[in-house]
Structures are given as structure tokens and as C-alpha cells.
């Protein structure tokens, strides 16, 4: 079992950035490719990003390219997400999930362990 807390949301600007960390305990962090997911009031969870077991490649959706970037740190079983340029559309509750599939894993069945979520608000 893995298990994954996520931190660093809260309430911003428009414009504004937010780095949101998951930490994660219990197996090899290495062995799971690791996503970001969002959800909104009223909304299904979407696909944000992912990053790979080495951290050599990510992926990200196509409302979030160029504003935000995945990180990981393994040694620290730890995983980022930078956001920036933040409008009110990505206010949401922020997810980030473990992944033993190979590759870059999109879609939330691929995933079988999920943290407990953190808000992100962004208003004026």
C-alpha cells in the first residue's frame, strides 16, 4: 500500500502561483509514475499531469500546459506540481496519485492509490 498527503494549496490571485507537494510513504517511491488530477464542484476528476518513475518525462493536459510543471524528488518520495499564472478556472481540489504502470499514465483508472486532496482557490 501506498499512502500519499498532499500540501500547499490555498487561496490566490489571478496570476498568482501555488507549489503544491505530495509526499508519499510505504513502497518504492521510484516504482510508480505519479499524476496530478483536479476536481471541481460538480465536476469529474480531470487529468492534469504526470510524471514518469525517473522523472524523465511528463505529460500534461492541454488547459494546463506551459503554466504548470511536474517534479519529483525520489531520495525524498516526493512530488511537485509548480503552478502558475493561476485563473479562476483552475480552482479545484488537487489529487495527486501513484501509478505502477509503465509510461505516463492519464486516466484516473490507472491509477490505485490516491491522497486525500488539497483545495486550491483562486478568486479576487
Known amino acids: 500500500q501506498v499512502q500519499l498527503v498532499e500540501s500547499g494549496g490555498g487561496l490566490v490571485q489571478p496570476g498568482g502561483s501555488l507549489r503544491l507537494s505530495c509526499v508519499a510513504s510505504?513502497?518504492?517511491?521510484?516504482?510508480?509514475?505519479m499524476g496530478w488530477f483536479r476536481q471541481a464542484p460538480g465536476k469529474e476528476r480531470e487529468f492534469v499531469g504526470v510524471?514518469?518513475?525517473?522523472?524523465?518525462?511528463?505529460v500534461y493536459a492541454d488547459s494546463v500546459k506551459g503554466r504548470f510543471i511536474i517534479s519529483r524528488d525520489n531520495p525524498k518520495n516526493t512530488v511537485y506540481v509548480q503552478m502558475t499564472n493561476l485563473q479562476p478556472e483552475d480552482t479545484a481540489v488537487y489529487y495527486c496519485?501513484?501509478?505502477?504502470?509503465?509510461?505516463?499514465?492519464?486516466?484516473?483508472?490507472?491509477?490505485?492509490?490516491w491522497g486525500q486532496g488539497t483545495q486550491v482557490t483562486i478568486s479576487s
Open positions: 496519485a501513484a501509478s505502477r504502470r509503465v509510461g505516463v499514465p492519464i486516466s484516473v483508472s490507472d491509477y490505485a492509490h
Open positions: 510524471i514518469t518513475r525517473s522523472g524523465s518525462s511528463t
Open positions: 510505504g513502497r518504492t517511491f521510484s516504482n510508480f509514475a
